[in-house]
């Protein structure tokens, strides 16, 4: 059966049941007082009459609280509190979402939902906030192999190309970590390549004990052999080596497959993404890629994962002005 014909696609009380199911395994959660499995469900409330519904809206999945006797649903306390869109609308999305391997823009989830352009952009980056991952343990632990390489994305804002210049100065910046062990990857917009701007963020995500593989840069020489980490070795890119002879361990193939999948799809899908959202479209491609089919996760279970993220996290920042 095709995922898009399952009932909590298209039915709003079984939307909320699917969401239940996955962020309360124990029993309905009380926002307001964190009371757990000590709540009712109130069937058949109604909003207020109005001009458009005379009889007033069915209100699904509502709770009471035996505790503290207030009233609440999933939605309470998580990306989807402040949104009036139906939930069985987010669960379409989501599952465009970690299902499309380069992404799907904004544009097309707007003809697909049916709901404005202005919505579908405000509910894909409260989406790829659910889909960030702050907890990863630091990559390399027990001395495993760790790929560390920067791409260039886009225009970096208020800097023109200077003529004949050369490299990506001009460009956004994102390093990206790939840990071979747990076959995951960590993006992280950074402002410009210098050791002092990259080091302290290696040092903050890569355990000392790692094995650490680059390229030639000069900003990664110095940093093996007990002096940042453990050990470090890179491949000479300039000279069009990407295996070192002889020790097949040494390479940065690994980032470099990733990074052709971030490219393919922030050029082909998100053409014009500014620099304040690029740390979203970053999170959003290391979560296809770290909860990937490779990685033994089917799309019902990325989505699940993803839900689980929209119960602990919520945008801080303000409705954007479109
Ligand atoms: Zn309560």
Sequence with gaps: MSVLSAPYMHDEAAAFAHVESILWADGPVCPHCGVIDSAYPLVGVRTKPSKKN??????????????????????????????????????QAIHLMVSSKKGISSHQLHRVLG????????????????????????????????????TFIGKEPGVTKAKNARGGSHKMKVLTLVDRDTK??????????????????????IAKEAFVLTDEARQYQGI?????????????????????????????????????IFKRGMKGVYQHCGKQHLHRYAAEFDFRYNNR???????????????????SKRLTYARPNL
């Design 54 to 91: 005379p009889e007033g809206k069915e209100r699904h999945g509502l709770w009471k609280c035996r505790e503290c006797r207030k009233q609440f649903t999933v939605r309470k306390g998580t990306i989807f509190e402040e949104s009036h869109l139906p939930l069985h609308l987010w669960l």
């Design 115 to 150: 709901i404005t352009y202005k919505s579908t952009w405000f509910l894909t980056h409260r989406i790829r906030e659910c889909m960030r991952d702050g907890a990863l343990a630091p990559f390399g632990s027990n001395g495993g192999a760790v790929e560390v390489d920067e």
């Design 184 to 205: 995951r990857a960590k993006s992280i917009v950074v402002d410009d390549l210098k050791k002092s701007t990259l080091i302290p963020i290696l040092q903050e995500n």
């Design 224 to 260: 093996g052999a007990g002096r940042v980490f453990d050990a470090h070795d890179w491949v000479n890119h300039s000279a069009d080596e990407y295996v070192r002879p002889g020790h097949p361990e040494v390479h940065t193939n690994t980032v470099e497959g990733f990074y052709s």
């Design 293 to 311: 089919v490779a990685n033994g996760i089917e799309d019902a279970e990325r989505g699940a994962i993803a839900l689980r993220g929209a119960a």
